[in-house]
């Protein structure tokens, strides 16, 4: 029996190392990191996290590549940094697209090699291998999940780890809710990965009222940015503590559009971006 850790979107190594320094029994695994980002400022720090963890673990190799429903080419957005998948070019769905505090002006579309993760796993492992996966992929998660269900692929994966991207990449509530759903019915669950935090922290999983609490906050922070950009003439028409307050409500209830009493502007949330329209 092989023991896998499959880190989809290696960045510049972080969840190399937090695997190395925290999972249990690191050195019993083989480390397949894919990064899809082609700028040397964040593969030349990659390089050398894995020459500093190699001898850490059994082996270590990066695929410069994106993690992806098929195999071939995708348009990705890369901002050297941080990188985001670009929908086959519909910019409704890349953090490019929209006006949110994740867009960035440096940010520029490339066509990179992608990997069938879900064939890719099944050609090379069996079901009797130890699998470790982990998703950092920038919204990519609300395709390959239910392609991996689909294809069967999510049978070989022992843990599965993700980071939700939800409103950065324009999804709903309901569509992330789905990806726990799909986690719970065909493996042990969806555990929410950081790798700032892992190891100094419980191993959590991702349920309905921790989703609730990661679209009230994304929400909060798309209001905060309306009203840097200057969508929003009057901030005491919108006081803090009375976002929070109605946010956590139409969360709470999924409610997608709601007024708050006593300003002149509307809160529409129904497409999972924050809009505020005035009132007439």
């Known amino acids: 029996m092989r023991k896998v850790f499959i880190d989809g979107g290696a960045n510049v190594g972080q969840s190399i190392e937090a695997f190395c320094n925290h999972y249990p029994n690191a050195e019993e695994f083989e480390i397949h990191s894919f990064e899809a980002s082609q700028s040397p400022n964040v593969l030349d720090p990659l390089n050398t996290i894995v020459g500093a963890f190699r001898d850490k673990v059994k082996s270590i190799d990066v695929h410069n590549k994106a993690i992806w429903i098929h195999d071939g080419e995708v348009t ?24 949110n505090k994740y867009c960035e002006k440096d940010q520029k579309n490339v066509n990179v090699e992608c990997v069938d993760i879900s064939s890719w796993i099944k050609s090379n492992f069996s079901k009797e291998d130890h699998i470790v996966l982990k998703l950092d992929i920038e919204g990519g998660e609300y395709d390959v999940i ?26 709903t509530f ?32 991702y349920d309905e009222e921790i989703l609730k609490r990661e679209y009230k906050k994304w929400h909060i922070n798309d209001i905060e940015c309306c ?23 139409m969360i709470n209830n999924g409610i997608w559009k709601a007024k708050i009493k006593g300003t002149r502007y509307i809160i529409d949330l129904s497409d999972a971006c924050t809009t505020i329209g005035v009132l007439g």
């Not at 780890?161 to 999804?171: A, D, S, T, W």
């Not at 803090?240 to 946010?247: A, L, P």
């Open 76 to 99: 990705f957005c890369d901002s050297g940094n941080e990188s985001s998948f670009v929908w086959p070019v519909d910019t409704s769905k890349s953090t490019i697209a929209g006006s």
């Open 146 to 171: 239910p392609k991996m269900l689909e294809a069967g692929a999510l049978e070989y994966v022992d843990k599965l780890f993700c980071e939700i991207h939800g409103i950065k990449c324009h999804y």
């Open 174 to 205: 309901d569509q992330s809710m789905s990806l726990i759903n799909i986690a719970n019915e065909a493996t042990e669950g969806l555990y929410i990965w950081s790798a700032e935090s892992y190891g100094t922290r419980k191993e959590t999983k």
């Open 227 to 249: 009203y840097l950009r200057g969508d929003m003439d009057h901030i005491d028409d919108l006081p803090e503590h009375e976002v929070t307050r109605m946010v956590e409500i």
